[in-house]
Structures are given as structure tokens and as C-alpha cells.
């Protein structure tokens, strides 16, 4: 079936492989597909082969680049924390997808670190900067000083931790340290 102009479409919907079409606003390319990352309408470009999605204004809640997200740390594995989004910042206004993210290594502090579960552990809450949007798949930044880890949790007990300084967090029940990438606006 080939899309036309005027079709409504929805995230993660095929627009055109992308040797005949460039991805334009709303549309993203996913390994030699151009796909839909908007909920609207078509927007065929024949002279610049371009394909876009334009969505209707006061549509649903959805991310874009640069914007501020709250998430929890559901998996830390090798190069890549897995993070579930349920809010974005400064709106109270559901989220229209079920976004997960990944956070790479290279992307948690201005500085090298060893490895991730010296910034992040599963449980934990955090603010970040969206950095890149893939349909409901984002990737993170968490390297200003405001982001990283808001609320930490214990990884023998449970407990919410208190922050010690940018890269500690402190166990009141077990009396012990762990490291995270501590954002400066860490719930207390
Ligand atoms: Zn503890």
C-alpha cells in the first residue's frame, strides 16, 4: 500500500523506505525505513522527496529533543541503562506513549566513568534531557548538573537514601555509601 498525502498515521507507522524519501518533520529514519513519529497527517514532498507527518496543535503530549523527562532505572546492563519515562517536566499532562529510553555510558557525566552501576542501579529515579527521539524509543543525556539520580535507592534494603555529594548517596538503615550520578535537584 502506498501512502499518500492526507493519510492519517500513526508512531512507528512505515511512511517509504528511505532511498526514495528523506525523513522530514514527524518522520524519522529507522534501518532503511522512513516511519512515522507523530500521530497526523502525510505531507508528500515529490520535488524534494521528502516525506513529513504533521500533527494537529493541542494533539497528544508528545516528547521532542531537549525536553526534561522523569523516568525509573528498570535494567543497568554493560554500556546502557534502561529507563521507563512517566512524566515530562513542568506538564502534568499524560505522556501519548509508553516511552522506554536508554542511557549509554558516554551519555551520564561531563567526565569518564568506569562503569554505569556507578551512576545508576534499578529502582532508582531520575531526571534527564531527551537527546534523541525514535518513535516511543528515546535516548537520555544526563550530564548537567541538575540531572542524573533524584531519588536513590538502596541496593541491600530498599530504602530512599539520602545524597552525600555529586557522586554519593548515603543508607541511613544499613549506615553505608553507594555511588550515583547525583542530580543538585535530588529529592529530599
Ligand atoms: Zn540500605
Given at each position: 500500500m502506498k501512502i499518500e498525502s492526507g493519510d492519517f498515521v500513526m508512531p512507528g507507522d512505515f511512511l517509504s523506505v528511505s532511498e526514495k524519501f528523506l525523513p522530514g518533520q514527524g518522520a524519522y529514519e529507522d534501518y532503511g525505513s522512513v516511519k512515522s513519529g507523530v500521530p497526523g497527517n502525510v505531507l508528500v514532498d515529490e520535488e524534494e522527496k521528502e516525506i513529513s507527518v504533521i500533527s494537529k496543535s493541542g494533539g497528544p503530549n508528545l516528547l521532542k529533543v531537549g525536553d526534561i523527562v522523569y523516568g525509573e532505572i528498570k535494567d543497568v546492563r554493560g554500556q546502557r541503562a534502561l529507563v521507563s519515562i512517566y512524566a515530562k517536566k513542568g506538564t502534568n499532562r499524560e505522556l501519548a506513549l509508553p516511552y522506554m529510553a536508554a542511557i549509554h555510558i558516554s551519555q551520564v557525566t561531563p567526565s569518564y566513568i568506569d562503569k554505569l552501576t556507578d551512576a545508576f542501579r534499578i529502582g532508582d529515579l531520575i531526571e534527564a534531557k531527551v537527546v534523541k527521539i525514535m518513535g516511543d524509543n528515546l535516548d537520555l543525556n544526563?550530564?548537567?548538573?541538575?540531572?542524573?539520580?533524584v531519588k536513590a535507592m538502596c541496593t541491600r534494603c530498599r530504602t530512599f537514601m539520602d545524597p552525600c555529594n555529586e557522586s554519593e548517596v548515603y543508607c541511613p538503615v544499613c549506615d553505608r555509601k553507594e555511588k550515583r550520578k547525583v542530580s543538585k535537584n535530588y529529592d529530599y
Open positions: 544526563t550530564e548537567d548538573i541538575g540531572l542524573g539520580v
